[in-house]
Structures are given as C-alpha cells and as structure tokens.
Nanobody, 124 residues
Framework: VQLQASGGGPVQAGGSLRLSCTDS????????VGWFRQAPGKEREFVAA???????DYADSVKGRFTISRDTAENTVYLQMNSLKPEDTAVYYC???????????????????WGQGTQVTVSS
C-alpha cells in the first residue's frame, strides 16, 4: 500500500475542496481508509473513515459538511469538504488498514499505512 494524498490548498470560509487519497500500489481495495488532520500544536484527530463495503463514520465536527467516498475502479478515496471553516485549517492525512474493526476507525495508532499530508488553509 502506497498512499498519496492531494487536493489541499487555500480556500475562503464557506468554500469547498475535494481531497483525494490514491493507492499507487493498487492494493487497498479491501482496506478501511481514514482521513485525519493535524493543526499546529494539536494532536492528530479523526475526520472520517470508509470501509471496503462503503460504511462510513465521521467526526462530529464535520458531520453534514464533509463526505467520504471511494472509487474502487480508480483506487481512490475522496473527502469532499463543504462549508469550510477556519478551524478546519490543518494538514490532512489519509491512512489505511486491512484489519480494523469499526470501533477502531477513529484511532490513528491503529492504522498501518499513511500518506504524506496535504495542507488545507481556510481563511475567514
């Protein structure tokens, strides 16, 4: 599994971005894929996750604004982020694991594979 996150950038509050997480190794089809974010001086926090059956979970802070999805044919997981707020500013990371149970999806220490981060900056 070789993950690559992309799609970050600067955006004004209220705007949208779509992040992509692609597995160049083309093996994460049956993995849980999660998005996490880390702001300066803060711990890495859970954003959203999706299973290979397309079950999803979200952090309360992004419910109703962010949508996670996956395109198996393109070996990509997306994070559509709408109604962005300045507090969404962070480096966003995607991660994958093949053995997670749902109760572990939000725990970053449970994921074996990580992509490099992509910076999202939301200005007010």
């Amino acid at each position: 599994v070789q993950l690559q996150a992309s799609g970050g950038g600067p955006v004004q509050a209220g705007g949208s971005l779509r992040l992509s997480c692609t597995d160049s190794g083309r093996t994460f089809r049956r993995y849980v894929v999660g998005w996490f974010r880390q702001a300066p001086g803060k711990e890495r926090e859970f954003v959203a996750a999706i299973s290979w059956t397309r079950a999803t979970d979200y952090a309360d802070s992004v419910k109703g604004r962010f949508t996670i999805s996956r395109d198996t044919a393109e070996n990509t997981v997306y994070l559509q982020m709408n109604s962005l707020k300045p507090e969404d500013t962070a480096v966003y990371y995607c991660a994958a694991d093949s053995t997670l149970i749902r109760s572990s999806w939000s725990n970053p220490t449970e994921y074996d594979y990580w992509g490099q981060g992509t910076q999202v900056t939301v200005s007010s």
